[in-house]
């Protein structure tokens, strides 16, 4: 998505990196919202304000500052002082280091914008899987939609690019899905994760595939280690969802996806 380029600020990087790591905090703000109340099956937008979700008291503004408010309260309500939990500055970290990348490889432009919206919808629904083993339709087939109408924006062969990389990155999912029931007499893998390969496929296109699901398995395997140590945990029968990694590895696509593959192919001449 390098060209055309419909807008570039053309600041320098210590500006760009400096608006765009206070725009990641307080869009990481707003994840957290998103993902909180969808949890809690409560609405987005209302109320307007945020609550403490023990008990339920009105955030003052001062309390509600990403990342710094965390800190300054040492993690806990102000009035009841129930643990916030690491939940919140997790998701306003990574957002903020997300937005701070994309700056440093695209600088504040249209390119930063776009994969800013994407990289939300990966975060939201990354963290939602985690918690509820559910990919929420408005992401996945939303972000779907969304990566195709930004495509076309690019043009016929960009439009026609991501519908092929749409149709195999579900299609490839949707055949593991049939293996996994057919063969293994399980569900190994959720249509929510189906479905979000339509969204992933349309934006990094056939040639990303490869990278991205590559660096979802072994990131995937690398966590699966941790979570049969959990307590709690059910050894190999431990479940964890794949949604978040398949998030992980579309973004580092994003970032790093071509120069990885240039730097590995290098190495073989
Ligand atoms: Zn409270």
């Known amino acids: 998505m390098e060209n055309p380029v419909f807008w570039n600020l053309h600041l320098a990087p210590v500006y760009s990196v400096s608006i765009a790591a206070v725009l ?35 955030l003052k503004w001062y309390d509600n500052i990403p990342l710094l408010s965390f800190l300054v309260l040492r993690g806990r309500c102000r009035q009841c002082r129930t643990a916030i939990g690491v939940f919140y500055p997790a998701v306003e970290s990574v957002s903020m280091a997300w937005a701070v990348a994309l700056a440093l490889k695209f600088g504040l432009s ?19 899987d985690f918690k509820l083993y559910i990919l929420p339709n408005r992401i996945t087939l939303g972000g779907a939609a969304l990566a195709l109408a930004v495509k076309a924006l690019f043009g016929w062969a960009a439009f026609q690019g991501a519908l092929l990389g749409a149709c195999a990155g579900a299609g490839f999912f949707w055949v593991l899905q049939q293996f996994y029931r057919i063969v293994r007499k399980e569900e190994g893998l959720g249509t929510g994760d189906v479905k979000l390969m339509l969204c992933i496929g349309a934006l990094v ?35 964890i969802p794949f949604g978040p990694f398949l998030c992980f590895g579309a973004m580092l696509h994003i970032l790093a996806g071509r120069e990885v593959l240039a730097w590995y192919f290098s190495l073989y001449g």
């Open 205 to 239: 296109g056939v040639g990303g595939l490869p990278f991205t699901i590559l660096t979802a398995a072994f990131s995937a395997l690398a966590a699966s280690g941790v979570y049969m140590g959990l307590p709690g945990g059910r050894g190999l029968k431990t479940r």
């Open 110 to 128: 249209f390119p930063w914008l776009v994969h800013m919206v994407f990289g939300g919808l990966f975060i939201v629904g990354g963290f939602i």
């Open 24 to 58: 990641g905090l307080v869009a990481g703000s707003f994840y957290t919202v998103c993902i909180h109340r969808y949890v809690a099956g409560i609405s987005v937008i209302r109320p307007l304000r945020s609550m403490c979700p023990h008990c339920g008291a009105t």
